[in-house]
């Protein structure tokens, strides 16, 4: 997505808490999407999670290779 031209830009962010995976559509905005790790989930379910731009949980997951592949990621389109 990134090499195509729709995402603009990615980040890591850390805490004590989770560490996430930052998309862009552009540098001075706030995440688009956050692909996150929770370290100390309330729940199995919860230990990884994609969130939109205003925080709403997408899907969420105990194995990350299975979040990943349950996401239909051509319905993420850029909008401006």
Same mark, same amino acid.
């Given at each position: 997505?990134?090499?195509?031209? %729709? &995402? #603009?830009? +990615?980040?890591?962010?850390? =805490?004590?808490? %989770?560490?996430?995976?930052?998309? +862009?559509?552009?540098? =001075?905005?706030?995440?688009? +999407? !956050?692909?996150?790790?929770?370290?100390?989930p309330k729940n199995e =379910? %919860? #230990? +990884?999670?994609? !969130?939109?731009? @205003?925080? !709403?949980? *997408?899907?969420?997951? %105990?194995?990350? @290779?299975?979040? *990943?592949?349950? *996401?239909? &990621?051509?319905?993420?389109?850029?909008?401006?």
């Amino acid at each position: 997505m990134v090499s195509g031209g %729709e &995402w #603009k830009d +990615y980040g890591l962010s850390i =805490s004590k808490k %989770e560490v996430s995976f930052n998309v +862009y559509h552009r540098t =001075s905005e706030f995440p688009a +999407y !956050k692909i996150t790790k929770n370290l100390k989930p309330k729940n199995e =379910s %919860e #230990k +990884y999670i994609i !969130k939109n731009a @205003q925080n !709403k949980i *997408i899907n969420n997951s %105990e194995n990350l @290779q299975n979040l *990943i592949k349950k *996401i239909i &990621w051509k319905k993420f389109k850029l909008v401006n």
